[in-house]
């Protein structure tokens, strides 16, 4: 009973530890539990609507997670956002032009886009095969990065740090040769 009356708090250590009777360290928790003076503590009752607007009002107080103002840019995490935009980007662009030849396959069929490309200026076409490709490539060979992740491999931070980098530089390399085909 000595060890409960500790652990809960409601008998002071140097007060109960001397007690070796239980029955006298029983009486100190008895006395020390009526002695705890209460708070009143006034509550009101509120329709569900104004509970959900203070909470909504709590939620735009509170910082978002995680607070990219307090955290140094890493490659990893800078690397990690890059494969998810490009990844977003590359699968929304296919969706478009799949929705744009469903809706109109006249216009979007392979002649009248390759009629298109043709009547471009030539720093247009490099410009748009730029924009295309460092996506494509970046998130091809970022992909493969986490595969080698997935089967335990470079999980170490001089692993993550020098494949990182290897992206970068197979993502600039193979983006200038897609540019220049």
Known sequence: MMVLSYRTGLCAQAKCSNFQDWKIAQLCLV????????RAVQTQS????????????????????????????????????????????????LYAFSIAYLVAPGTFDSTHVIDFVAALPESVKYGAKTLLAFPFAYHSFNGIRHLGWDVGKFLTVKGMYSTGYAVLGATAVSTIALVLM
């Not at 006395?31 to 209460?38: I, S």
């Not at 329709?47 to 939620?59: D, F, M």
């Open 31 to 38: 006395v020390r539990a009526r002695v705890v003076t209460r």
């Open 46 to 93: 509120l329709p569900p609507a104004s509970a959900v607007e203070i909470l909504n009002k709590q939620r735009l107080q509170r910082p978002t997670s995680p607070h990219m103002t307090i955290y140094q840019p890493q490659i990893s995490s800078v690397l990690s956002l890059a494969h998810r935009g490009t990844g977003a980007a590359l699968s929304g662009l």
